[in-house]
């Protein structure tokens, strides 16, 4: 199983749209998680750290679900700008600083 | 502005050659990462530095080297040994072992 599994998309939807993103990960043991966008051709930014509570930034909500090890981000009204590839990103406890991405989904957003 | 620097953005090498590629940041940040990136891939990581002076491989090190003399840079030299160099190297950087913040690239391509 692969440590760190998301939807394999693309996904293409309207402006104004709401799109959700799941992620699983295989290690209990895990202990932050993070939501990185990745434009074309671009380094991945930094779009949001997710929490046990769950968290909210704008129009996006990140959601954490320890017991199913499951990770999720909605994006809401969905703007052409959020055109990207997101990164659903893992560290593991013990993995001495290394984060473990996903392979990302591409998200397109239509006019 | 604090941030993470690569150079060059492109370079174009002839197969047998070694080539450097820069990693600068002044975050202040004590550990450094090389990751690989392939079209349609997710990051794959090459190497990491908690500290000065010391490094450790990641999962695919071979055909690649590093030093880490300053705290400041983490260049990673592409060396003849690597089979398919050709790919997009991202260099990132942390405080604190979580977020990870990434330079903007450099595309390497074999001729």
């Known amino acids: 199983r692969k440590e760190v599994e998301q939807d394999p998309g693309p996904f293409n939807v309207p402006e104004g749209a709401t799109v959700a993103f799941n992620c699983t990960y295989s290690?209990?043991?895990?202990?932050?998680f993070f939501w990185y966008r990745q434009d074309c051709r671009k380094e991945p930014k930094l779009l949001m750290s997710v929490y046990s509570s769950g968290n909210e930034d704008g129009r996006f909500t990140a959601q954490l679900n320890r017991a199913s090890q499951y990770i999720s981000l909605l994006i809401r009204d969905s703007k052409l700008s959020d055109s990207a590839t997101y990164l659903c990103v893992v560290n593991f406890r013990g993995s001495n600083y290394k984060l473990t991405f996903g392979k990302g989904t591409l998200l397109t957003v239509n006019p | 502005d604090g941030g993470i620097t690569q150079s060059p953005k492109y370079l174009f090498r002839k197969e047998g050659q070694n080539v450097t590629l820069s990693c600068e940041q002044n975050?202040?940040?004590?550990?450094m990462y090389w990751y690989r990136q392939d079209p349609g891939q997710g990051l794959r990581l090459i190497y990491y530095?908690?500290?000065?002076?010391?490094?450790q491989k990641g999962d695919i090190a071979e055909g690649y080297s590093v030093s880490r003399e300053k705290k400041e840079s983490f260049p990673l030299t592409v060396t003849s040994a690597q089979k398919n160099p050709t790919a997009f190297y991202l260099c990132?950087?942390?405080?604190?072992?979580?977020?990870?913040?990434f330079g903007p690239g450099t595309r390497l391509t074999v001729l």
């Open positions: 975050l202040n940040h004590d550990a």
């Open positions: 530095s908690q500290i000065v002076n010391d490094f």
């Open positions: 990132a950087s942390t405080l604190d072992g979580h977020e990870q913040f």
């Open positions: 290690n209990s043991a895990s202990q932050s």
